[in-house]
Structure formats: C-alpha cells, structure tokens
C-alpha cells in the first residue's frame, strides 16, 4: 500500500527544549494511524509540523509523495482536514452557519452538511450559537468541519478529549465510515480504549521518541505474559502458565468438566505503554 506520509528522522526543538528526538514513520493510504503519548510527549508538535503551521528543526516529511513546504497552498489545504485545539469557529453564529461558511469555501454540497452533524450528533442544535455550547459541543462542532469535505487525510488532535461515551462511540462510528470511505485518518490520542478501538497501528510516543509502532493486535501478541487464565464452574479462576506443567493443570481441570472458559493474560495497550516507558498514559 503506497505512504500517505513519510518521516524521516524528524526533530524538533524549541530553544533548548526537544519536543521531538528524530523520529521516523510512514502512514499507509487508507489506515487509520494512531499516535499515543502522555501529555507533553510532542502529539500536537507533531500534527503541526504534518500540517505545515510548524517548521520543522531537522529531517524530512512527505505527504501525498511532495516535499511538505512546497505544499502550503489551497491545493494541498482541500486534501486534507485538521482538528486542533483552537477552533476557529465563529462564536456569534449557529452551528449551521459556520459549517455552511465552510462549505462554501471548500464547495462541499448543502446535502452534506447535514450528514455530517448527524455523525457528530448535532442534528438537534443547528440553529444554536457556538457560544452557547457546552466545550463537548464545540468540540463536535470542529470535528464536523474537519470532516465536511471528506478529506483524502484527516489530522485529528486529541479528537475526543472532552466527550462522553456516547458522543465518543458516535465519533468512533463516524471516523470508521469516513476511513471506510477512502480518508486516511492520522490521529492523537492519550486514550487507549479509543486507539484499540479504531486505530490500525499505533505509535508509542514517550519524551519525543517513538517507542513502538506496530498494530494493537502485535502489540498485545509481543507482550502477551506467559500464561493463561481458566474460568472454573465454582466461579474460581486460575493462572496457568503455558508449559508442560501447565498444559496438564488444563488437561486434568478439562477433563474433570470443571472448565467454563480459557483465555489467553493479552495486556491492554495502556499496560504495554506502562511497561515500556514506566508511566501511564494519561
Ligand atoms: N511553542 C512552544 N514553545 C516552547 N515549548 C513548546 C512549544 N510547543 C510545545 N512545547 C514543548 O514541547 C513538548 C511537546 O509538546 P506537545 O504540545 O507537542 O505535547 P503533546 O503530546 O501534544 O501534549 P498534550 O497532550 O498535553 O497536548 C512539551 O514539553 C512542550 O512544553
């Protein structure tokens, strides 16, 4: 599958402070890429920088096969869609209002507006003022612009930081759909549920480096512990480690009947997270 992006040995620093330590990656046409760090890791220097509002300090970046400062024009601006944290949005208008702004400028059609504040669940408030939204609204109201005009490549920032659950899994659905529609999406996040959930692979960022990059499934695979857990008819459950030994402890607990489930110990990617870096993820 042919790179949406491409970074090499990439770094940044603000006077004497590293936010990024060359750092390398490649995002596939048509995954969604999740990139999870703890507060202060470089997530948002890194959209920045993808996103030409930061010069890098060394390496380079690709994204649709060019050079990225050759790139900084309305062309390159229409292919793609940002969510950060400042909105830009037009306190005094309707949430309509501001969307329709956009549109007009991206020439994305009426009809889509409308399915958009579906997928971000704001059907019911289009005439309300951005002002008097709740921060979660707003929210919504920045990522329904992001997304209006079905970007080739949707940089996401900490997309769901301020949502409840619901409004979370309506945003998990809508970002499925959309990536199943052709957008690549590049995402940030220190929400582990939310990288397993809709993430293709993810990177590790810890201090500016790239600890790990592989799929969550690998992820849990390579630091899966050596054992399994027995869930037992008397409600009991039992470790047993995957040996000689152990294969016997199951065949005899098998054979007794006494076994309702076995699953295997897989760790979350917040615990993979723990174990490589020693600090938790949000
Ligand atoms: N304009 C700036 N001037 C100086 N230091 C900065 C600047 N922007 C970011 N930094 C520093 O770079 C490091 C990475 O910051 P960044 O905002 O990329 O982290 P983050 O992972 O997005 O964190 P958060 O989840 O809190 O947004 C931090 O130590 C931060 O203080």
Known sequence: MENIIEVKNLSKTFGNKIALKNVSF???????????????????????????QLLQTTGEIKVFNQPLKKQKDASFMKRIGILTDNSGLYDRLTVLD????????????????????EVVNLQNETKTQVKKLSKGMKQRVTLARAMLHKPELLFLDEPTSALDPVNMK????????????????FLTTHNM????????????????????????Q?????????????????????????????????????????????????????????????????
Do not use: W
């Open 26 to 52: 490649n995002v596939k046409r048509g995954e969604t890429f999740g990139f999870l760090g703890p507060s202060g890791s470089g997530k948002t220097t890194t959209i920045k920088m993808l996103t030409s």
């Open 98 to 117: 501001n969307l329709t702004l956009y549109s007009e400028l991206y020439n994305v059609e009426r009809k889509q507006i409308n399915e958009i504040l």
């Open 170 to 185: 309506h945003i998990h659905d809508g970002l499925r759909e959309l990536n199943k529609q052709g957008t690549t999406i």
């Open 193 to 216: 549920m939310e990288a397993e959930q809709i993430c293709d692979r993810v990177a590790f960022l810890h201090q500016g480096e790239i600890k790990q990059l592989d799929t969550p």
């Open 218 to 282: 690998n992820l849990r695979i390579q630091y899966m512990d050596e054992s399994v857990t027995l869930l037992l008819k008397d409600n009991r459950s039992i470790v047993v480690n995957k040996d000689e030994k152990g294969a016997e402890e199951i065949y005899q607990y098998m054979r007794s009947g006494e076994v309702v489930s076995i699953h295997s110990n897989e760790p979350t990617l917040g615990e993979i997270f723990v174990q490589i870096t020693g600090r938790e993820l949000a």
